[in-house]
């Protein structure tokens, strides 16, 4: 019996290491799933941040800043912005970029661009992805007329059109993104399941190429994204008339 106390202690004890709970005020936490404010407010992890604190609220610094105790949405971005992706858990992936490629967004891929001969030397160098933002609407930062519009296509995977076109595909949604200031390129449509990146075998990856895939989340696919990894895209600002490519392709 005594022995058996023993054992079944031991298997305790280790319990308790293996989950290292913490305690926030009344409640005990785990630090992977939570973060403890001012001795007593906890705040879910997503996307591997601590979501941050404001007078009653948590909140993405993605998307909000808090002045004075009032939450206020981060300035849209006013020039053209690479992307990273951000999720300190999922360290093969956080601080890649992300990468057009094939008419769509990857993840930790290879930009793919194209300089028409008779352009030049006027071509961009076309090795970063580099995008801008306005108005709930994104397009690839390009110099070919007519632009490259951005778009979630019907499985809410990132496209882009391709030079000289204006195709979309049926079923595709065209507004709702936003880029914030110091902080992320949001997807609004959906009701803020955010974005998950897909490894290159799961459903919804990012095919031969080794690059992960990025899907925006919703109610009605959250389920077949079970292998996908929530992320933040960060913004990161470019000067002001700084032109990425030619085209994407
Ligand atoms: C892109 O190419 C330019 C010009 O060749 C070079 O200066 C720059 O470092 C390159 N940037 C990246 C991210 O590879
Ligand atoms: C969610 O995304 C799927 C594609 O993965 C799309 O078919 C569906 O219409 C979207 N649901 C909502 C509520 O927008």
């Not at 391709?162 to 979309?168: N, T």
């Not at 998950?196 to 031969?208: D, E, F, L």
Request: glycine share 14%; net charge negative.
């Amino acid at each position: 019996m005594a022995r058996l106390t023993l054992v079944a202690a031991a298997l305790l004890g280790l319990g308790n290491r293996a989950l290292a709970l913490e305690t926030c005020g009344q409640s005990q936490y785990d630090p992977a799933q939570y973060v403890c404010w001012n001795g007593q407010f906890l705040c879910p992890v997503v996307a591997g941040e601590g979501l941050s604190y404001c007078a009653g609220a948590c909140y993405s610094k993605f998307m909000y800043t808090c002045a004075n105790s009032v939450l206020t949405l981060l300035p849209p971005v006013d020039t053209p912005f690479t992307l990273t992706v951000s999720n300190p858990a999922l360290p093969t992936l956080d601080g890649k970029p992300v990468t057009a490629g094939g008419q769509r967004w990857t993840l930790g891929g290879q930009t793919s661009s194209y300089c028409p001969e008779q352009v030049g030397d006027a071509c961009p160098p076309g090795n970063i992805t580099a995008i801008v933002a306005s108005e709930g609407r994104a397009a690839m930062d390009v110099m070919v007329p007519g632009g490259q519009l951005v778009y979630l296509d019907p499985n809410w995977n990132v496209g882009y059109t391709q030079a000289h076109s204006a195709h979309i595909p049926s079923g595709s949604t065209v507004t709702g993104f936003a880029a914030y200031q110091g902080g992320g390129f949001v997807n609004l449509n959906g009701n803020g399941w955010g974005w998950v990146a897909c490894p290159p075998t799961a459903a919804g990856g990012g095919g031969g190429s080794g690059a992960w895939n990025l899907v925006a989340k919703n109610e009605t696919n959250a389920d077949r994204l079970g292998a996908c990894t929530p992320v933040n895209l960060k913004v990161n600002p470019l000067p002001a008339g700084t032109v990425g490519a030619w085209q994407y392709t």
